[in-house]
């Protein structure tokens, strides 16, 4: 007897009403897309469940894959049996035999299968004398046992399983729409796109690049960063906007208390034109509130007035050891931390207004010819694809 089966509980989506066979065959084609490495596997989606058949494909790395996915509550390798009372006794044996270090157990029957000739109540003794009579030094605890055995009662077969591995949680990524993510090289902006992926948005980046000022060292971080990203749901583009001479410009002509809100402005109303291009409804930032100089709601007042979309802020109420837990468990922070400098960076002055008045920075602004600059610079924007495929996967068993 072997493990056979991967079964899949959903997460969040459970709750959704009409709408929840959307959710449902989103999740299937996002699991369908991260496993198409495993040719020989089967998957299948009902409304409570989802099962991949493994026809000898690597349980343990698939089921690391999966715990990248967005709406996956948890998961467990699982033996298919008929229902057959015998049958589901020796599979249940199995199943705790196969786990190591167990001194007490649990038994659990799910009987959807209402024509199985015993209920779930007669069933969980029965089972549980049988696991009894036929092991040693392991004892029954209901309430916390080291091992649950479940045993799914389905109409045309029975799923066993034992170990529970956890899934990322939230909601199918693209089931929430589109946004376009401000990636910067920090730690903040990666965390956001994660954050905002988990809540079902399927994100494309926007990068601004200044080179020389800006190496392709700090680009390459940004790529690297979104290649991690893109382990939790789907292909990214990253559109590389070159920004130095509009950057240039605005440090030469802005009041140096402002610069810094005017850059911020441009990036803004780049952005929105970019979303718009690629028929994306909002943009996601990785601001967090008071946090630095342009996160004060001062600034974001006067930042945010050159966009009519929404504008996504994941982190607006999480301090800073808390962003950085995140970012150390879905692995971007040893790429954010490389010392190389992105545009957010470089020009800002040592004393940035921190509660700069809108009106003053219209009026600043105002004075400010872009034409040329941001059509050069839309003109030669760069979108580079990153896979989400051949990407290493580790467990992410403790992060929610």
Do not use: W
Request: net charge neutral; hydrophobic share 40%; proline share 4%.
């Amino acid at each position: 007897m072997i493990y056979d089966h991967i079964l899949i509980r959903y997460g969040e989506l459970s709750l959704k009403g009409k709408n929840r066979k959307e959710f449902i065959n989103q999740l299937h084609e996002n699991v369908r897309n991260q496993l198409k490495k495993f040719p020989l596997i089967k998957i299948h989606s009902s409304r409570d469940r989802m099962s991949i058949t493994l026809n000898g494909e690597n349980p343990t790395e698939i089921i690391s894959i999966c715990q990248r996915i967005f709406g996956i509550q948890s998961l467990s390798l699982a033996i298919k049996v008929e229902n057959d009372l015998e049958s589901i006794k020796a599979a249940a044996l199995f199943a705790l035999k196969e786990e190591e270090n167990v001194h007490t157990f649990k038994v659990s029957v799910r009987r959807a299968n209402k024509d199985f000739p015993i209920n779930s109540q007669e069933l969980n003794p029965i089972i549980g004398a049988h696991l009894l009579r036929n092991t040693e030094n392991i004892t029954v605890d209901v309430h916390q046992p080291d091992l649950e055995v479940n045993i799914d009662i389905r109409k045309a077969h029975t799923f066993i399983t034992s170990a529970r591995y956890l899934g990322a949680g939230g909601l199918p990524v693209g089931t929430s729409g589109r946004s376009l993510l401000l990636l910067s090289g920090g730690i903040d902006s990666p965390v956001a796109g994660y954050l905002a992926m988990r809540r079902g948005v399927k994100i494309e980046a926007i990068h601004f690049h200044s080179p020389p000022y800006t190496s392709e060292a700090a680009k390459e971080k940004v790529l690297d960063l979104t290649k991690k990203l893109s382990e939790y749901g789907h292909d990214i583009n990253v559109h590389v906007v070159p920004f130095t001479a509009m950057q240039q410009k605005i440090h030469r002509e802005i009041p140096y208390g402002y610069s810094m809100t005017v850059m911020r402005r441009m990036m803004m109303k780049i952005s929105q034109i970019i979303a718009s291009r690629l028929g994306v409804l909002s943009i996601t930032t990785g601001e967090s509130l008071g946090q630095v100089a342009s996160q004060t709601m001062e600034s974001m007042h006067a930042i945010n007035a050159v966009t009519s979309y929404p504008v996504l802020r994941p982190l607006i109420t999480m301090d800073k050891s808390s962003i950085i837990k995140i970012a150390e468990k879905i692995g971007t922070y040893s790429i954010s931390i490389r010392p190389f400098d992105d545009c957010c960076t470089i020009f800002v002055p040592s004393a940035p207004k921190t509660k700069p008045k809108k009106d003053k920075v219209e009026y600043y602004e105002s004075q400010l010819d872009l034409k040329n600059e941001l059509a050069e610079l839309l003109d030669n924007i760069e979108v580079i694809n990153i896979s989400n495929q051949d990407q290493e996967n580790d467990p992410l068993n403790d992060l929610f």
